[in-house]
T-cell receptor
């Protein structure tokens, strides 16, 4: 089983739509959780951290359910500029210590 | 925010040659840097953790003699792909964890711009 699994995507939505991404992780000892955004042929950039209490940053809302080992990202009022790949990322223990484990990403295309 | 610079952005080389990729943290000291590779439409896969002044720790399945990592200073880590072959063609990305007091395992990672290697 992969460490981090995400919706396969791609998601094609019209401007203004609300879209939700889901993610599950396998290591219950994971400590911290993030959503990163990656544009085509670019490096990933942190979108937001995810906290157990849920957190919001403008149009973006992230939720974490530790019991279910489930993470979500909700984007409201989608903009064309939101088109990107969204990576679910979990900080967990690997061979070399703690590092980020990445999901494969979910591609979002927002259309006019 | 913290900046991590990676060089070169693109490199094309002949099979059998070695390629060195540099990763620099520009405005903070990074005792730990990470090297990832990403194949098209695949997730980033951690290759190794680079620790300043000591040997890198490689993930399972990554050949340490093939991918040489040197972290000689607090702001520079290098990855050398030795005797590159076409199957080594990939997007290599370094990252460094910005220092966070008391929570060194959870600091935000900043990524370099990535280096796209094509081996002919």
């Amino acid at each position: 089983r992969k460490e981090v699994e995400q919706d396969p995507g791609p998601f094609n939505v019209p401007e203004g739509a609300t879209v939700a991404f889901n993610c599950t992780y396998s290591n219950s000892a994971s400590q911290s959780f993030f959503w990163y955004r990656q544009d085509c042929r670019k490096e990933p950039k942190l979108l937001m951290s995810v906290y157990s209490s849920g957190n919001e940053d403008g149009r973006f809302t992230a939720q974490l359910n530790r019991a279910s080992q489930y993470i979500s990202l909700l984007i409201r009022d989608s903009k064309l500029s939101d088109s990107a790949t969204y990576l679910c990322v979990v900080n967990g223990l690997v061979n070399s210590g703690y590092a980020l484990n990445f999901g494969k990403g979910t591609s979002l295309l927002v259309t006019p | 925010g913290a900046v991590v610079s990676q060089h070169p952005s693109w490199v094309i080389c002949k099979s059998g040659t070695s390629v060195k990729i540099e990763c620099r943290s520009l405005d903070f000291q990074a005792t730990t840097m990470f090297w990832y590779r990403q194949f098209p439409k695949k997730s980033l896969m951690l290759m190794a953790t680079s620790n300043e002044g000591s040997k890198a720790t490689y993930e399972q399945g990554v050949e340490k003699d093939k991918f040489l990592i040197n972290h000689a200073s607090l702001t520079l880590s290098t990855l050398t792909v030795t005797s590159a072959h076409p199957e080594d063609s990939s997007f290599y990305i370094c990252s460094a964890r910005a220092p966070t007091s008391g929570r060194t395992n959870t600091g935000e990672l900043f990524f370099g711009e990535g280096s796209r290697l094509t081996v002919l």
